[in-house]
């Protein structure tokens, strides 16, 4: 199965992934996996698996330049050799859409909303407001505290 990210853009690079499974009773052996077609591709279309066990299933990743706006077509070919020997070719193929890509106007760029918040002088103003109040309080916690006390005023003899 073949499938793709994003859109594809003409002159970018896309990701095409491929899953590929064995659901045969043999082991194929030295699978090798190439890709083709209309396009160029950003990193070597071919990956040596080598062997590749029943019931596996693995994904094979290309990196694809369209080199035209429109459908383009491509083929992923598996080759390996079968328990016997015999070397066997497997061909999927699929079709992209590429787009014209469009680059956004230099001219047009968006400025950066202005952060509003307090300058540094109005926070060091609340930060010595909220320093002061603090040690407000606790004084005074201490001298009601103080003044309870000595209200009781227990002899201990």
């Given at each position: 199965d073949v499938?793709?990210?994003?859109?594809?853009?003409?002159?970018?690079?896309?990701?095409?992934?491929?899953?590929?499974?064995?659901m045969g009773k043999s082991t194929l052996n030295n699978l090798v996996i190439t890709a083709e077609g209309d396009f160029d591709f950003a990193?070597?279309?071919?990956?040596?698996?080598?062997?590749?066990d029943p019931g596996k299933s693995e994904f094979y990743d290309m990196q694809i330049v369209a080199t035209k706006v429109g459908e383009?077509?491509?083929?992923v070919i598996f080759t390996?050799?079968?328990?016997?020997?015999?070397?066997?070719k497997t061909e999927k193929e699929f079709t992209i859409t590429a787009?014209?890509?469009?680059?956004?106007?230099?001219?047009?760029?968006?400025?950066?909303?202005q952060k509003k918040g307090l300058g540094l002088g109005a926070?060091?103003?609340?930060?010595?407001?909220?320093a002061g109040a603090t040690t407000f309080t606790i004084l005074?916690?201490?001298?009601?505290k103080?003044?309870?006390m000595d209200s009781l005023n227990i002899d201990n003899d």
């Amino acid at each position: 199965d073949v499938s793709q990210g994003d859109a594809i853009f003409m002159g970018q690079p896309a990701s095409l992934n491929v899953q590929y499974y064995n659901m045969g009773k043999s082991t194929l052996n030295n699978l090798v996996i190439t890709a083709e077609g209309d396009f160029d591709f950003a990193n070597p279309p071919k990956v040596f698996v080598g062997k590749f066990d029943p019931g596996k299933s693995e994904f094979y990743d290309m990196q694809i330049v369209a080199t035209k706006v429109g459908e383009a077509k491509g083929k992923v070919i598996f080759t390996f050799e079968d328990a016997n020997g015999k070397q066997i070719k497997t061909e999927k193929e699929f079709t992209i859409t590429a787009e014209e890509f469009v680059a956004e106007d230099p001219g047009a760029i968006a400025e950066e909303p202005q952060k509003k918040g307090l300058g540094l002088g109005a926070k060091i103003g609340i930060g010595v407001l909220v320093a002061g109040a603090t040690t407000f309080t606790i004084l005074k916690i201490r001298k009601n505290k103080k003044k309870k006390m000595d209200s009781l005023n227990i002899d201990n003899d």
